[in-house]
């Protein structure tokens, strides 16, 4: 309740600073202020990413293994994430078809925003060499540097290793499951500034708004955020009911300390700690499972970012004025699903990953200049949908395995 109402307050702040302008003494403090308190949520939420991670993917596999079950969760898992972000852009891209954003609009009109802006060049061929390059990475500098993707790859391999060795690595495992029952302890206090945090951060997001651009991309915006809230709050919850039997609100209820963090956040990695406090603590999934779905999650399975990826590329192209044949769109969805997996999970990721998705059916990478100052605002909603299907991901691989068990 007080991260809620926290949310509103900053919100309606936000709002507030808006309207008096950016020359405002009292927004100038204002948002300072905002700023140290929403960057000081995040930087404790980072703190604990990395140790947490390492320890609940480890100790995740190795408990899985114990019950046998580590294939048929393996499985389970990757065919949800594939299937909830096919969905995700068969959504978009038939919505983008439908409502057409972006015809009537023309580049030219946005040549001020392309000028200074120079897209790098991400042809598919690099970026998959790229990813699989940095799957497998010296672990101490993996970790030290917080290279979530090359983290949750190591602790996968140590965590077979351990379950290989048995009783032999006993003391490891040990240390391990304490590491990770400590980490999240502190989880849990960081977690008592959370209301603050994010009424900070929706303070900042809301009061540097570009309100011109968000009105001449009006119709853009409505279809990416109507149909990301239908692949969030009708898509994604029947998915859950109809495997489960949950019910929608008794999910929301769990679930949304960490919904209304991804949304403050717009960073699936910071708000890990919080998804898989949800999900053990509130929605009950095992930890076993909960420990190496959500984090693997996080960094690979992102339906907001797909969806978004998609609609982004038949907007483009309708700015440009070419139709996507059939087969273009099929390359779209291809290719959106790859941007989105290799996306990190941080603020405007996806934007980055989208070049290479542009490039595939011939679109000017350099129009994603036109999205950029919307792109925060777009991605508070979509990473709220990432981490969603994270949590959903998790009560449905825990269902499927234990009823065929
Ligand atoms: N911000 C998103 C996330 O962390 C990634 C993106 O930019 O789409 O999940």
Sequence with gaps: MQILIGAVLGVGLGLYFHELGAQSQLVQEGVYAASL????????????????VFCSISVGIANLRQHQQMHRVWVTTLVFFVSSMAIAIVLALLAGNYFKPGAGLHLAMFDHAMQNFQAKQLPLPEFFAQFLHGLF???????????????????????IALVMGGN??????????????????????????APLGIMALLIQLVAVQDAAMLSTLAKFVAVVVGTTLLHGVVILPLILYL??????????????EALVTAFATSSSSAT????????????????????????????INMDGTALYEAAAALF??????????????LIVFFT????????????????????????????????????????????TLRTTVNVEGDMVGSLVVQKLVTRST
């Design 37 to 52: 308190v929403g960057t000081l949520f995040i930087d404790l939420l980072k703190m604990v990413l990395i140790p947490l």
């Design 137 to 159: 990475v010296n672990p101490f500098m993996a970790l030290s540097q917080g290279n979530v993707l090359a983290v949750v790859s190591f602790a996968l391999i140590l965590g």
């Design 168 to 193: 032999r690595y006993k003391s490891i495992l040990a240390l391990l499951e304490e590491g990770l029952a400590i980490t999240m302890q502190i989880v849990g206090w960081i977690m008592r500034i």
């Design 243 to 256: 495997f489960t039997g949950n019910k929608p609100l008794w999910f929301w209820q769990g679930a949304r």
């Design 272 to 299: 890990l700690p919080v998804s898989l406090r949800c999900a053990t603590q509130h929605l009950k999934v095992k930890p076993a499972i909960a420990g190496f779905v959500i984090p693997l999650g996080a960094t």
């Design 316 to 329: 483009i192209a309708n700015l440009v004025g070419i139709e996507l044949s059939m087969a273009q769109q």
């Design 336 to 379: 959106a699903m790859i941007a989105a997996m290799g996306a990190p999970g941080i603020p405007s990721a996806g934007m980055v990953t989208m070049v290479m998705v542009l490039q595939s059916v011939g679109l000017p990478a350099e129009a994603i200049a036109i999205l950029l100052p919307i792109d925060r605002l777009l991605d």
